[in-house]
Nanobody, 124 residues
Framework: QVQLRESGGGLVQPGGSLRLSCEAS????????MGWFRQAPGKEREFVAA????????YYSNSVKGRFTISRDNAGNTMYLQMNSLKPEDTAVYYC?????????????????WGQGTQVTVSS
């Protein structure tokens, strides 16, 4: 069983930056892939970004490509999402996820493990 804990959400002005962190309770095959999803009020949940355990392979949604950067620490237990040039439409609850296969994210499938979520609000 993998437990995921997000941190770093908050309120930021448009054009600002935030960094989200996600710590996994263990580093095993179950976290070969890690990623972020988000859900805004009244909208469906959407994929944001994913990264493989080695940090080499990354994958982004078109809506955040060029503005967000996903990364993992060397031990592979902690994942980050650096969010720059934030827009009001980035406002959502952001969820950390993990799965035994990185391809889960590429194939648009649902990851096995989910965190509780952290709120990001972009507003002036």
């Amino acid at each position: 069983q993998v437990q995921l804990r997000e941190s770093g959400g908050g309120l930021v002005q448009p054009g600002g930056s935030l960094r989200l962190s996600c710590e996994a309770s263990v580093r095993t095959f179950a976290t070969d892939g890690m990623g972020w999803f988000r859900q805004a009020p009244g909208k469906e949940r959407e994929f944001v970004a994913a990264i493989r355990w080695n940090g080499v392979s990354t994958y982004y949604s078109n809506s955040v490509k060029g503005r967000f950067t996903i990364s993992r620490d060397n031990a592979g237990n902690t994942m980050y999402l650096q969010m720059n040039s934030l827009k009001p439409e980035d406002t959502a609850v952001y969820y950390c996820t993990a799965d035994s296969q990185y391809s889960t994210y590429i194939d648009n499938n649902e990851p096995d493990y989910w965190g509780q979520g952290t709120q990001v609000t972009v507003s002036s």
